[in-house]
Structures are given as C-alpha cells and as structure tokens.
C-alpha cells in the first residue's frame, strides 16, 4: 500500500488499521552488554566547578530579545473535514522549538510550557473554560521544560540551560519564585515526577552517559544533593511513580535496548529489558503497575507491561508508523491507558486500553506537528494531547 493511499484511509476513518512490522527487526530479548551497568563509575565532571556558569541575575533578568526570533506566526490548523469527532485542535501559538509541557495540579486547571525561540520558557494557564495570555518566564533554555504538579497550588519546572546546568522554578499560592541554579552537565533535557505532597524528583542524563537524580523533600525543608544512579543513557531519562516510596527510570542504552531501574525505598540495580529502541522510552506507572512504550528501530510502537506480583511480560507490537525519532507518549487515569503518537504524515494517533484490552486500531486525531506528543490528564478523566506545528505554534488537541 502506496503513502498515497495510507493517507486517504486515515482521512476518510477514525480508525485505522496500520500495517504491522516485521518483529525480528525489534529484537525482544534482552542482550547481554559489554558495559556493566551497575558498576560504580567517576562523576565524569558532573558535579564539577565550572566558571562558564550563569549566574541566576543573569537567568532572572528580563533581556532584548528581537521579534524576528520571538514572533509568534499564525499557521491554520488540519481542515476539519480531517479531525477526530472525539477532539478538537486548537492553535495556542507561540514560537516553540521543542515539545510544549503540559501539567496540572487537578480540577480544572491546566498549565503548559515550552521553549520559545528567543530561549526563554514560555507559560500558558487554563482555569476552567478561559486561557491565559502567554507569559514570558525568562531563562536561557537549552532544551525542553519539563513540569510536575505535586499538589493543588504548585508547580515544578526544569529544564537544562545553555550553560549546561540544570535550572528550576517553583510556583505556589504565593506565585512564582525566581530561576535557581541546581549545578550538574547536561545532556538532554530532564524528566520530573512527584511521589506525594511533599515529594519532588527531576532526573538528567549527563554528558558521559550516565543518569543522575536530585529529590526535593518539603518536609526536610529542601534539596538533597545530586545522586550519581549510574548507567549508559543514549539519550533523556523518563522518570514515573506509582506513590510513596517508588520511582522507576527508564531510558535507551548505548546498546539500543531499554534499560529500567526501580527505587522502591532503596536502590535495585539496572536491568535490561531488550527491545532496539529509536528515541526515549515514554512510560506511566499505577497502583503497583508500569506500561512502557517505544519506538522501535523498524518504526512501529512496542509494549511492555510490568505487575508487582508478576514482573515482566513480553513486548507487545503494537503497530503504527511514528515520525522518525519521535517517541510515543502515554497518560494514565482511573485504570485506563491512553498511548499517542505522531504518524510520518505529523498527524496524531491514540489507542486506549480499558481492562487491559486495547482498541484494535489507531484512532486518527489529525493535527499537523513535528514533535512528539505531549497528553496530560485533567479535570476528571479529560485528556488533552499537546504538540509543536511546523510553524513553532503550540498546538492543543482536546
């Protein structure tokens, strides 16, 4: 089946059926590496004192920016012959050049980041049916923002800045405080999570490979030092939580495999979970279970799925044919799953599995991005699905 005809299938249904691939290509098994992943290994000059550093006057401070590279530009959205009834897209512009943020606190409020062109973190807030204008958050942003909420009221926000060092920001009922500085070499941009109220995590891949975590603790009245959790990332880590006293970190090895390692009130050591991976894995993580996705060298979506009391299970095909180095994205709510991912044709795709049956097919959405998508959970089982259009515009599927 031609390009062609593909495309007139997913524009004439809802759902459609999307060729499987050959699963040799994938390589399921776990393969032995010729790195030893739980070693203990060298800083590699993580937590070395660097004199490149930005100071946070200079991170804080307002700056000149010229519109020709902060100019929002106006692209119309796909055609509404070509939506999804379940949703709607909606162009939020702006000027991004990553994948926008989205997070919520619960209710109806909704938050969204991204990096805009100029380098600074831009912010946009949903209270109910009303959006905010954009809000220029300041920064010298060298990768995409990642946010969490850890209770009503309050917001996390990193990202790695072009001095390579991880910066943050917080949000209370008091509004937000200032860009702080947390040290560490960067690579990608981080992965956050949060166990509870008083509990926040961000995760980052340093430039020698190897994974690093730094954990807030509001009732210990702050950070803890950087830890050294080791590895050989080829590429950002993505951090979930199922609640009190568990993290699991996934991530693509050097060796092309999927590599997890859990905290479950202690350290357990690296394990691989084979698969031949093409970008960062996207996972989620609920009442003692963990879904993984990926994409896979030979373009389609796997799966793997993890139960306290059983482990493992094998990787699942799921089909589909995402956009080349973009990886899928996942959200969980009242025990149902949604996975997403964007198509070679930049348009969006979903299945969702209830009871662990999943829709046969991938329901077309529509839309027209570049980068991966970004879905969150809000409001009571709402589920919006984010992405970047070709245009730099921030742009909202609900």
Avoid at 328 to 346: L, R, S
């Amino acid at each position: 089946m031609n390009l062609a005809l593909t495309f007139l299938l997913a524009c004439s249904s809802l759902a459609v059926s999307v060729p499987q691939h050959d699963a040799r290509s994938f390589c399921p098994e776990p393969r032995a590496s010729n790195l030893d992943w739980n070693a203990p290994r060298h800083h590699g000059g993580f937590l070395s004192k660097r004199l490149d550093l930005h100071a946070e006057e200079y991170f804080n401070s307002p700056a000149r920016r010229s519109p020709a590279t902060s100019q929002a530009h106006y692209v119309p959205m796909t055609e509404t012959s070509k939506r999804a009834t379940s949703g709607q897209w909606e162009n939020l512009q702006g000027s991004a050049m990553w994948h926008p943020a989205p997070v919520s606190w619960g209710g109806s409020r909704m938050d969204v980041y991204y990096m805009d062109k100029d380098r600074t973190c831009k912010h946009k807030s949903r209270d109910g049916n009303n959006w905010g204008g954009w809000e220029d958050m300041g920064g010298s942003l060298d990768s995409a923002p990642a946010a969490c909420s850890r209770k009503k009221d309050n917001m996390h926000v990193f990202c790695k800045g072009t001095d390579g060092q991880a910066w943050h920001r917080s949000y209370d009922s008091g509004g937000w405080g200032k860009w702080q500085g947390m040290g560490g070499d960067m690579k990608h941009y981080p992965s956050t999570c949060s166990w509870g109220k008083e509990h926040v995590s961000v995760y980052v891949s340093s430039n020698d490979g190897q994974c690093w975590h730094r954990r807030y603790d509001d009732s210990q009245g702050g950070w803890y030092s950087w830890e050294n959790v080791g590895g050989y990332l080829d590429g950002p880590p993505k951090a979930v939580t199922w609640g009190q006293g568990h993290t699991s970190v996934f991530c693509k090895g050097e060796d092309g495999q999927a590599w997890h390692k859990k905290y479950d009130f202690s350290w357990g050591d690296w394990e691989s979970l084979g698969g031949s991976l093409d970008g960062e894995p996207a996972a989620c993580a609920w009442d003692g279970r963990m879904d993984l996705f990926v994409k896979g060298t030979d373009g389609a979506c796997w799966h793997k799925t993890y139960k306290k009391n059983t482990g493992w299970g094998g990787w699942e095909n799921m089909g589909g044919k995402l956009k080349t180095g973009k990886a899928p994205d996942v959200v969980v709510y009242g025990g149902k799953i949604e996975v997403y991912i964007t198509g070679d044709d930049n348009a969006v795709y979903r299945k969702v599995c209830v009871n662990d049956k999943w829709t046969t097919d991938w329901e077309y959405m529509g839309g027209n991005v570049d980068t991966k998508p970004s879905a969150v959970a809000w409001d009571n089982g709402k589920v919006d699905v984010y992405g970047t259009g070709p245009d730099g515009s921030c742009r909202r599927c609900y």
